[in-house]
């Protein structure tokens, strides 16, 4: 399998992306700078923040609540780069607990991409077990 090595503001999304690819496509894109957030025993809004959080380095006054998340997800000054590639790991446990607030968490993100984008800057979502994203490629 190929992995993709250009990131351009162009490309500034949210995308699914298999585990076993993740190592890879870090080498490919080592340029940018990531934010792991480990999913995997998230089990509600509250905890996925915090999870976000803490695994991203997010500024202190961070806020737990969706806003906040968006703020800061717009706002990289504390983390300066020319892209970012934030890596969600193990989704499926996420996805499943939060039920409908998943999709507001996708929407946040994407919106942070174009966000981006708009900007002339790469931000890229790359998500594991997440059959609803476009794959990454």
Known sequence: MSVPTALTPERSGVYAVAAGAVD?????LSAAVWLDADLARVQDKLILLQTLGRA???PGTFGDNWDALADVLQDLSWCPADAY???VAHAAFARQALGE?????LEIVSESAMYWKSRG??????VEDAPELP???
């Not at 890879?24 to 490919?28: C, I, P, Y």
């Not at 800057?121 to 790359?126: C, D, G, I, S, Y």
């Open 24 to 28: 890879r496509t870090q080498a490919a």
């Open 135 to 137: 794959q990454w490629t």
């Open 85 to 87: 590639v934030l890596h």
């Open 56 to 58: 991203t380095r997010f």
């Open 101 to 105: 607030e998943w999709r507001t968490f």
């Open 121 to 126: 800057k790469t931000f890229v979502a790359l």
